[in-house]
Structure formats: C-alpha cells, structure tokens
C-alpha cells in the first residue's frame, strides 16, 4: 500500500504542527511520500512564508529595502529548527538566499523557497529523503507537466531511497529553470506524485475535517460529506466551495486515487472521500443531496424574439458575440422565443453597451434585456438522478419562502441542480435548501409521500 500525504502551511506553522505531522507519518508505514507547502498560519495575525516572499520581491522590484521582511521570514524558519533541535544548517541557506536578493531574483525562485526550507526541515525531522521538486517536477515549454519526464526522475530516485519529503508548489522548466505553480498548488504536486507513483490513496492534511456540505458562514454547524465523486467535488467547487485546487483533481481522477481530505489537529476523523461513484445502496433515509454551494454577481442577457423557434442559427450568432469579447458563459436557459446567456458579471460590466448593441443587430432581435445582481446557487448530489421529485421539492421549498427563482438549469448527468435567485436572496436559499433536504429529511421523506 502507498500512499502520498500533503500537507499544507497551517499544518506547519510552528514546532508544535511539525510535531502533529511526524505522529501522522509514523502511524502508518504506507505514508511513504510526503508532500509541503511553505509554513503557513494557524492565528489569524501571522503571514504566511509565501506572502512574505512575494512581499519581498515586491519591495525589491522598487528598490524598497525588506529586511524587516526577511526577518519574520528567519524567525519562524529559525523557531522551528531551535525547538525540533535540527541539525540542517538552515541560517547558511537564508544567508545565500538574502545575499541572491541584493542580485536579481527570480521571483518564481525566491517565492519557492518557502516550500524548499520547510520540506528540507521536514525530511530531516522524518528522517526522510529531501527530495528537491526542480530535479522531479518537469514542466514543458507549454506549461503542462511533462509526466513522462517526471516519472522517469521518480523511478531513478526510487532505485536509492524509497520514503521522501518533497516540496510542493514548484518545478523546473526544461531549462532547469524554478517555476511556480498557482496560489495553493501544492495540493497539484501532491497529486502529480500520487499519479506516477500509483498510490491507493492521497490524503490531502489541512485544517479542516473535510469537506462541509454548505458554506459555515452561511450554514450553522453544516455536516461533514464523508464521500464525494470527483464531478460533484468539481460542480461544487466551481460554484465557489474552497476545498482543494481544482488542478489537482485531474491527476489522480484519471487513475481513479481517492483523495482524502483530513484535518492535521483532529488525526481520527475520517474526513472526506473523494472517489469515483461505486455501486452505492440506494435507500430513501439517505440525503440525495451531496452539498450545496453558490456565487453571487451574475448577469442574466435576455434575448427576445418572435418566432425565435423557427429560427435557425440564432443562439450561434449571440454566442458569436460573447465570443468576440472573450466572456465565458455559464448557462443558456431557453423559452420558446426568447432565451439568456447568463454570464459573471464582472467579466461583462465594461462592455455591455457594445454587447447589446452588437446582440440587437446580429439577432435582430425584439428586445434585449440585461439583468444584473443574480446569484447562482448549485445542488449538487450524486443520488438525485435516481430519485424522482427532488428538484420539485427544491422549488416547492423556495417558493414557499418567497424566494423568487429566477433561473433554472440542470447538467445533463443530473447531479445538479442550479438555481438563480436575487443577490439578496443568496444566503437564505442556501439555508432552506439545506434545512429541507439535510436538517429535516424526515420532512424531505413525508413530502414525498404526500406526493405518491
Ligand atoms: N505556499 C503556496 C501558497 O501559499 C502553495 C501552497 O501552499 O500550496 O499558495
């Protein structure tokens, strides 16, 4: 059995989380391939190493002297190694690194130098083999990971040891070159390595004890999800639930690994399971709802036509001019003659005068209408598309606490449904939604017998 762990700043922070990690990693010999982030926050008023970093290279590209900066960046650094007694010589490493700054600096360099030092503290507290990502993670010209290159450097490495810690985050250019990946993406890391080394199973530490079913700060108390589909994951983080970087479902989704969300301060829960469908029972006492996630600040363009229907070509030549424009669209709902393109709103705010215009004579249209404030609220639940009557409830339930639903669309594969109601209607239908089909199922349960 192997298994990839990563784990992200908050659970390096300080000695103490050092500490929480290595009784993680010793608890299970299967944990042979460790994956960090940069040391990170637990309180709210420390900096994470790698704001501090590009805080530097700020400063440095404007000739603002950031000693100050480096300091705060020594001493967590230097806190950790006192207090865990390390040996690496850690001071001689930040010395070279300050003296490279007074040169030019790569930022991507400079900014993966966080996850470096943390890793390099790491694998001597494991007693693990460092294993630096610029000789493993090889990008092309493109950008892409070049996955052959990288297995090949994992399987060379493999051949002298057999149990590494790895900084997340980074990787080489073919050139050789430190390139960073996006905010986050050691959780991208620790997924490239679960791929090449075939794990069973990649477990993703953090601070949380998985994935809740709604947003906290909306939903009192929401449950945990113990087990999600990488295309639910996918629907309800793309609606805005923060869980994972989305680039890192790809890598292990394609080997089908789970991925299991844990939380570093609370070891024995189980967390969340992030895994393809299996052959689940089915029964009526389960929620059919997997969780529910929403975005506010959509903007409905509405095109009216008569005898729209009998039109061929029409919604291509709308598309036409969102394309010209480079909006992304998110839904197309339709009538008989008129449909929407529903779009974010910051993404068309500076040119809807043009878009309209440009609608009205491409479509000819009757009438265009645009309608800003529109928040979208997805429901997303593996076992909706077997049970008939769920988006009815979901309605039901709006409509009877006057939430007015303005929009409504559902994938083709039936695990969501999505719904656009008013801005200031956002949190509420995210309440009632979960009140009904979470916190009540028993009402969930009588409705629908009502109903047969
Ligand atoms: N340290 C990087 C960041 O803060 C990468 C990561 O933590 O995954 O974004």
């Known amino acids: 059995m192997i298994k990839v762990v990563k784990f992200g700043g908050s659970s390096l922070a300080d000695a ?33 190493i790698t704001d501090l970093l590009y805080l530097c290279h700020a400063h440095l590209k404007y000739h603002v002297n950031c000693d100050a900066i480096f300091q705060m960046i020594e001493e967590r650094f230097l806190s950790i190694q ?33 996850e470096y030092l943390t890793a390099k503290l790491m694998a001597e507290y494991l007693g693990y083999t460092f294993l630096d990502a610029k000789d493993l993670i090889y990008f092309s010209y493109d950008g892409k990971i070049d996955f052959m290159k990288t297995k090949a450097m994992m399987e060379h490495a493999l051949q002298e040891n057999d149990r590494f810690v790895i900084p997340g985050f980074y990787g080489a250019m073919p050139d050789g070159q430190v390139k960073i990946m996006a905010r986050g993406g050691s959780d991208i890391t620790g997924a490239i390595i679960a791929k090449i080394v075939h794990a069973d199973v990649y477990e993703n530490w ?8 709604g947003d906290p700060r909306i939903i009192h108390e929401p449950r945990r999800i113990d087990k999600i589909t990488y295309s639910e994951l996918r629907e309800l983080s793309y609606m805005g639930a923060n869980v994972l970087h989305e680039d890192a479902i790809f890598p292990v989704k394609e080997e089908n690994i789970p991925i ?63 394309e010209k424009y480079q909006i992304s669209i998110e839904h197309i709902p339709s009538g008989i003659d008129s449909f929407s393109v529903v779009v974010n709103s910051a993404d068309i705010k500076d040119k809807i005068y043009e878009i309209v215009a ?9 009438q265009v209408k645009v309608i800003d404030g529109i928040a979208l609220i997805a429901t997303v639940g593996r076992h909706m598309s077997s049970r008939p009557g769920i988006s009815g409830q979901l309605f039901a339930v709006l409509g009877n606490n006057d939430i007015n639903i303005r929009m409504i669309a559902q994938g083709s594969d039936e695990i969501n449904i999505i719904v656009g109601v008013e801005n200031k209607d ?27």
């Open 16 to 48: 103490k989380q050092f500490q929480k990690v290595k009784q993680i990693v010793q608890n299970d010999d299967a944990r042979r391939f460790v994956i960090v982030s940069a040391t990170g926050r637990i309180h709210k008023k420390d900096n994470k």
């Open 426 to 452: 956002f949190e509420k239908t995210i309440q009632v939604i979960y009140e009904h089909f979470v916190s009540q199922p028993h009402m969930m349960l009588s409705d629908r017998s009502d109903q047969s």
């Open 358 to 366: 440009e609608l009205k004579t491409e479509c000819h249209s009757d």
């Open 260 to 322: 299991n969300i844990r939380n570093t301060n609370e070891p024995h829960n189980p967390g969340t399971l992030i895994m393809e469908a299996e052959d689940e029972m089915q029964s009526d006492q389960v929620s059919p709802i997997t969780g529910i996630a929403g975005r506010k600040d959509f903007t409905v363009v509405a095109i009216y036509k008569n005898h729209m229907s009998n039109e061929v070509g029409i919604i291509r030549r709308a598309l036409s001019v969102f």
């Open 82 to 114: 006192k207090e865990l007694n390390l040996k690496y010589p850690i001071t001689k490493d930040l010395n070279q690194l300050k003296e490279a700054m007074n040169k030019s600096i790569p930022l991507d360099y400079l900014v993966s130098r966080g």
């Open 206 to 213: 953090t601070d949380v004890s998985g994935i809740l079913m």
